[in-house]
């Protein structure tokens, strides 16, 4: 079982940048790819980026393409996402999830691929 918990979430100005942070509890997390979504008010949840358990391997939604860097620290069992040119699209509620060493990378956008999942981290973009 691994548990997942986000932070770093917050209220950001539109052209302001934020660093969220997932810290997972298994040591068996080097083994695993990471991903980030996130869900708007009324809309559907999102993916926004994945890393391959290596950090070799990673995939942008074109949205935040350019803007959002995902990294990962073995050593810190963390994933992170590095959020820049933030604006009021980017407002939603951020999670963080753990696929299985067998999920494969042109799955990584898809959210029913990821058995693990944190409870969300707020981000809110004023405009």
């Known amino acids: 079982q691994v548990q997942l918990v986000e932070s770093g979430g917050g209220l950001v100005q539109a052209g302001g940048s934020l660093r969220l942070s997932c810290a997972a509890s298994?040591?068996?997390?080097?083994?695993?790819?990471m991903g980030w979504f996130r869900q708007a008010p009324g809309k559907e949840r999102e993916f926004v980026a994945a890393i391959s358990w290596r950090g070799i391997v990673l995939r942008y939604a074109d949205s935040v393409k350019g803007r959002f860097t995902i990294s990962r620290d073995h050593a810190m069992n963390t994933v992170y996402l590095q959020m820049s040119s933030l604006n009021a699209e980017d407002t939603a509620l951020y999670y963080c999830a753990a696929g299985t060493p067998a999920l494969h990378s042109g799955r990584y956008y898809d959210e029913d691929a990821y058995d693990y999942w944190g409870q969300g981290t707020q981000v809110t973009v004023s405009s």
């Open positions: 298994a040591r068996t997390f080097d083994s695993y790819p």
